[in-house]
């Protein structure tokens, strides 16, 4: 019909929820916009149609903690409710690394995947030296 909000947008607001919810109250001032958050696990349930009405989203952190490096692993459920109902829920799981270590995995991963492509597709080319190095701020 067309009435309700997809399952993707309402997975998206809670991605969004979360990152704010790290921002404001898990990560420290001077840390905030030096980290990439990585996603590990998602898994969503839907109860019943969200339609574009007024809603809202509760944030529950589940699980939180800091390694020797800083980096931060969280879990969350984040619900979204409309009309005194649960309409959906959400369940994430994410990381954080510092911009210049998810730049070098991200170029390392994009080369090997390159590579793996061309050699599947036999065309014998190869990566240019130094393709895809990170520029690291």
Same mark, same amino acid.
């Given at each position: 019909?067309?009435?309700?909000? %997809?399952?993707?947008?309402?997975?998206?607001?809670?991605?969004?929820?979360?990152?704010?919810?790290?921002?404001?109250?898990?990560?420290?001032?001077?840390?905030?916009?030096?980290?990439?958050?990585?996603?590990?696990?998602?898994?969503?349930?839907?109860?019943a149609f969200a339609f574009p009405l007024p809603a809202s989203l509760?944030?529950?952190?589940?699980?939180?903690?800091?390694?020797?490096?800083?980096?931060?692993?969280?879990?969350?459920?984040?619900a979204v409710w409309q009309a005194d109902e649960e309409v959906a829920?959400? %369940?994430?799981?994410?990381?954080?690394?510092?911009? %210049?270590?998810? %730049?070098?995995?991200?170029?390392?991963?994009?080369?090997?995947?390159?590579?793996?492509?061309?050699?599947?597709?036999?065309?014998?080319?190869?990566?240019?030296?130094?393709?895809?190095?990170?520029?690291?701020?």
């Amino acid at each position: 019909t067309g009435f309700h909000i %997809q399952g993707m947008v309402l997975i998206e607001a809670a991605r969004q929820m979360i990152l704010a919810v790290m921002e404001t109250h898990l990560f420290d001032a001077e840390k905030r916009g030096s980290y990439f958050v990585v996603l590990d696990h998602l898994s969503a349930s839907f109860a019943a149609f969200a339609f574009p009405l007024p809603a809202s989203l509760r944030c529950r952190v589940d699980h939180h903690s800091t390694d020797a490096h800083g980096n931060v692993t969280c879990r969350f459920t984040v619900a979204v409710w409309q009309a005194d109902e649960e309409v959906a829920n959400v %369940q994430i799981a994410v990381r954080n690394y510092s911009k %210049q270590f998810i %730049q070098r995995l991200e170029a390392t991963q994009v080369r090997a995947t390159i590579r793996k492509i061309l050699a599947k597709a036999g065309t014998g080319q190869s990566l240019p030296s130094g393709a895809f190095e990170p520029e690291i701020a």
